[in-house]
């Protein structure tokens, strides 16, 4: 039988102690969009909710110097009203756009989209095409986390039951051009085919800086490493361009699924490629 307790802390210290002594019995809920789901489906039968979503210090997008902070409760919603997220932060405001519809975009947080660990994880491939890092806490202390080294496969990643994703933080792109495109099987409300973004900066005509992200491809979200070394340096000519694709193909892993075929998945991910350039630059 189901059986549920439920706190409410007035602090992020008070829900890290919690989160402490409950240990695997305690679980986090912040935007409850993918966690209700889960417990109407019996996927979790039987924890104590630790309900974090009315703490102010999990809350607030900030930008000092170079570098922006988004607090983990920050809902879709919030980021696309966001200038600065929309001024220095372009990929993860272009991805809010197509994130669910705006009833789920008003309470789904990032934290809780990083938390919830998704291939297809709207906010977490915008949020690698940022090279952004995880801010994580506990009793023992904070912790700071590449995103490409935030998940270990499936809805997993490295976060432990005893800490709270706090925020995420990144350098401004300001004078970058970004894109992000998601492929499903409708224009809204679907869960991403697979998904792309794109930040990259030119000097002259030549590929300065570039990072490519891509969603639902492999166990994890991913970068694609090899494609933006061999873009760095070139001038995006078509014979660059559909070279970049063939690599690109080489570093995803996707799966068949009732929504696509692999093979289907691996001529997508050259072709987002291409488009995700176009869109940038255009
Ligand atoms: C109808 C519908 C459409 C959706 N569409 C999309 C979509 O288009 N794109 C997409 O990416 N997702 C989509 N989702 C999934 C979901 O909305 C997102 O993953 C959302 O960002 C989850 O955030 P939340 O605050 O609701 O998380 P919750 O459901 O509250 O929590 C999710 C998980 O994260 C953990 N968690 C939450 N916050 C923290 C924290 N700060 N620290 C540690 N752990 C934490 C929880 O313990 C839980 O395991 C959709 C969901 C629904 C129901």
Redesign the pocket.
Known sequence: MSSFAYAVPKTKDEALALLNELGPGG?????????L?DIRAKKITACTLVD?SRLAE?KGINVRGEKVTIG?LTTINELLHSEIVANHGQVLWQAGQR??DPL?RN???I???L??A?P????VVPLLALDARVMVASLAGEREIPVDAFFTGPGKSV?QPN???TGVSFAKTTTMKSAFIKFGLRKA?AISLASIGLVVGLKGDKVDQVRIALGALAPTPLRARQTESYLAGNTLTPAVVARAQEIVRTEVKPISDVRASQEYRLHLTGVLLKRAFEAALA
Do not use: W
Request: net charge neutral; glycine share 12%; aromatic share 2%.
């Open positions: 679980r986090v809920v912040a935007g409850c969009t993918n966690i789901p974090i999990l983990s994130f669910a789920v309470r789904a947080t934290g809780g989209n938390a919830n998704s297809a994880a709207d906010g976060l800490e709270l994703i409300m």
